[in-house]
């Protein structure tokens, strides 16, 4: 199984508090309540998060979030104001 490759239990998704038997906790994640778990069969990595009224938790593929690199701001001094 190639690193692009998930597994048949992380191609089907994750559901529940556990996620599939597969899953283990990885790390704490970027949000308070999110957890990031990571598959001992693919290494695919999940976001479980706090789910809606009818579900506990939900689960987010990790390489779906959005993530920013440095950005690139001009921290350079203004000019003083003339009096």
């Known amino acids: 199984m190639t690193m692009s490759t998930s597994c048949k239990m ?4 994750p559901v529940s508090d556990d996620g599939h038997a597969a899953l283990a906790f990885y790390v704490q994640g970027p949000y308070p309540g999110h957890h990031i778990f990571k598959c001992g069969a693919c290494d695919e990595r999940w976001i479980r998060h706090y789910g809606s009224t009818t579900e506990r938790f939900g689960w987010t593929r990790y390489n779906r979030q959005f ?3 440095p950005r690139n701001f001009n ?3 203004r000019p003083a104001a003339a009096s």
């Open 67 to 69: 993530v920013t690199g």
């Open 10 to 13: 992380c191609a089907e998704g």
């Open 75 to 77: 921290n350079a001094p």
